[in-house]
């Protein structure tokens, strides 16, 4: 079958689904994209923007059983499980442990490290492609600590960036200030990546990979998919709250991309992905772009700190609570007053929360390919913390598995 020929339905419009349905369509398939909401309106709206490779340390790493308990009991602590989704979240819970032995961490580091080789490059090639070049930012990323204490608890995550090919450079106060001034006293230890770069508005990039799609003859789809089921010649349908006929809703492969909502998808398909959302939340500051110029990590809190277009993004936080609690205010309040903790020169501006869920798998290893024992059905969920990040290499992968060789740009 001729690219052109081939029918393909993307499910989910987030940074992932966007991705993929324009690789796909610069691949020559037949390509629609389908989101209920406006796309880039998910998880992939509110990130902190960092193009992250060098993140190859899981979530989960050794010790996180002795950790977890008392980060869990600390109200300040970046870990939230709030008390009625206990139950819920435990079978996931003790997957996320499982995955935390010596052995998987590494299995998990290595593959994370092949699903980010490149990862920047690519995404700079991209946003010019796309014509918005101004979205990418590199200009390093600076993590902070207190003191050596602090940067000691995070040893293995910095011996597994160098193992991986992640240089980075350790500096005193001194040298956190020479690059970026604001910062406050409480940070005397800065670990900086140097090559690591920025997307300083994701949703403007999401919506700019939607308008390449669409130029090129792709088509998107304001719709929600409430089932799909494989037909008897090996095509697939979705059923739609649109009401769009049966020809128009047969594919001949679907990409599940529908963030921490794919095993709504999924399950009655009998495919089981041990997907959780962890719901992250920023605090975005009208004005306060200048407080810094480079993605900084507030790495003992696990907060992002972005000089997005719009404003100072202050990002963080996981939440283990599901998908139908509404957000918790108090969270983002923590975020803010850390900001305004660490950065005096916000003081008198406002700031607005937001709420996303991120598809988390135990092992923060992101599911990308063919669905086992389904022909035509394909999967990219789970990217977690990164899928910015390895949005790019995701929808390389789908592609050429999906189209191989035969490929052609239209
Ligand atoms: C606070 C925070 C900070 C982060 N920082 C970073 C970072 O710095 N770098 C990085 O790489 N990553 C970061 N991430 C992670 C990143 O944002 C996510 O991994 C990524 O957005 C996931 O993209 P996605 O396309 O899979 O999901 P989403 O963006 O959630 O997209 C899923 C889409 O599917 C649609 N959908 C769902 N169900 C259906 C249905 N049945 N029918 C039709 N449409 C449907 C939804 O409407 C949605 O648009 C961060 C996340 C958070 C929360």
């Given at each position: 079958m001729r690219p052109a020929d081939l029918r393909v339905a993307v499910i989910g419009a987030g940074v992932v689904g966007s991705c993929i349905a324009l690789a796909l369509r610069k691949r020559g398939a037949t390509v629609t994209l389908v989101d209920?909401?406006?796309?880039?309106?998910?998880?992939?709206?509110?990130?902190?923007?960092a193009l992250s490779p060098?993140?190859?340390?899981?979530?989960?790493?050794?010790g996180i059983l002795s950790s977890a308990p008392r980060m869990l009991l600390?109200?300040?602590?970046?870990l939230h499980l709030p008390l009625p989704y206990l139950a819920k979240a435990v079978p996931w819970l003790m997957r996320f442990v499982a995955s935390a032995q010596p052995s998987r961490v590494a299995l998990s580091a290595a593959k994370l490290a092949a699903l980010h080789a490149g990862a920047i490059d690519r995404h700079e090639a991209l946003a010019r492609e796309l014509g918005v070049p101004e979205l990418f930012v590199r200009r390093g990323h600076l993590h902070l600590y207190p003191d050596a204490r602090a940067l000691a608890k995070d040893a293995a995550g910095w011996r597994m960036r160098l193992h991986y090919g992640y240089p980075f450079t350790q500096l005193d106060r001194d040298g956190i200030l020479a690059l970026e001034?604001?910062?406050?006293?409480?940070?005397r230890v800065g670990m900086f990546i140097a090559d690591h770069a920025t997307i300083v508005n994701p949703f403007r990039y999401v919506q700019a990979m939607v308008r390449g799609f669409t130029a090129r003859g792709g088509r998107l789809r304001h719709d929600e998919v409430r089932a799909m089921a494989p037909l008897e010649d090996g095509r697939w349908c979705l059923a739609t709250a649109?009401?769009?006929d049966g020809a128009e809703n047969s594919f001949d492969h679907v990409v599940v991309?529908?963030?921490?909502?794919?095993r709504r998808l999924l399950d009655p398909l009998?495919?089981?992905?041990a997907l959780e959302s962890q719901r992250g939340y920023h605090v975005q500051f009208?004005?306060?772009?200048?407080?810094?110029?480079r993605t900084v990590v507030l790495a003992d809190r696990k907060i992002f700190v972005t000089p997005m277009e719009e404003g100072l993004r202050v990002g963080g936080t996981v939440e283990i609570?599901?998908?139908?609690r509404p957000p918790d205010p108090r969270r983002a309040a923590i975020l803010e007053r850390i900001a305004r903790e660490t950065f005096?020169?916000?003081?008198g501006l406002k700031a607005k929360q937001w709420m996303g869920h991120r598809p988390c798998m135990p092992d923060s290893v992101p599911v990308i390919g063919p669905a086992a024992g389904r022909p035509g059905l394909w999967l990219a969920v789970g990217?977690?913390?990164?899928g910015l990040t390895d949005s790019i290499n995701t929808a390389q992968s789908i592609a050429s598995g999906m189209l191989g060789a035969r490929s052609i740009t239209p």
């Amino acid at each position: 079958m001729r690219p052109a020929d081939l029918r393909v339905a993307v499910i989910g419009a987030g940074v992932v689904g966007s991705c993929i349905a324009l690789a796909l369509r610069k691949r020559g398939a037949t390509v629609t994209l389908v989101d209920r909401d406006e796309p880039g309106r998910g998880c992939s709206y509110g990130n902190s923007g960092a193009l992250s490779p060098g993140s190859v340390a899981p979530l989960a790493m050794p010790g996180i059983l002795s950790s977890a308990p008392r980060m869990l009991l600390d109200e300040e602590s970046p870990l939230h499980l709030p008390l009625p989704y206990l139950a819920k979240a435990v079978p996931w819970l003790m997957r996320f442990v499982a995955s935390a032995q010596p052995s998987r961490v590494a299995l998990s580091a290595a593959k994370l490290a092949a699903l980010h080789a490149g990862a920047i490059d690519r995404h700079e090639a991209l946003a010019r492609e796309l014509g918005v070049p101004e979205l990418f930012v590199r200009r390093g990323h600076l993590h902070l600590y207190p003191d050596a204490r602090a940067l000691a608890k995070d040893a293995a995550g910095w011996r597994m960036r160098l193992h991986y090919g992640y240089p980075f450079t350790q500096l005193d106060r001194d040298g956190i200030l020479a690059l970026e001034p604001h910062v406050g006293e409480r940070y005397r230890v800065g670990m900086f990546i140097a090559d690591h770069a920025t997307i300083v508005n994701p949703f403007r990039y999401v919506q700019a990979m939607v308008r390449g799609f669409t130029a090129r003859g792709g088509r998107l789809r304001h719709d929600e998919v409430r089932a799909m089921a494989p037909l008897e010649d090996g095509r697939w349908c979705l059923a739609t709250a649109g009401a769009v006929d049966g020809a128009e809703n047969s594919f001949d492969h679907v990409v599940v991309a529908a963030g921490a909502w794919s095993r709504r998808l999924l399950d009655p398909l009998g495919v089981h992905l041990a997907l959780e959302s962890q719901r992250g939340y920023h605090v975005q500051f009208q004005g306060g772009r200048g407080t810094v110029s480079r993605t900084v990590v507030l790495a003992d809190r696990k907060i992002f700190v972005t000089p997005m277009e719009e404003g100072l993004r202050v990002g963080g936080t996981v939440e283990i609570g599901g998908l139908e609690r509404p957000p918790d205010p108090r969270r983002a309040a923590i975020l803010e007053r850390i900001a305004r903790e660490t950065f005096a020169n916000l003081d008198g501006l406002k700031a607005k929360q937001w709420m996303g869920h991120r598809p988390c798998m135990p092992d923060s290893v992101p599911v990308i390919g063919p669905a086992a024992g389904r022909p035509g059905l394909w999967l990219a969920v789970g990217h977690g913390h990164l899928g910015l990040t390895d949005s790019i290499n995701t929808a390389q992968s789908i592609a050429s598995g999906m189209l191989g060789a035969r490929s052609i740009t239209p």
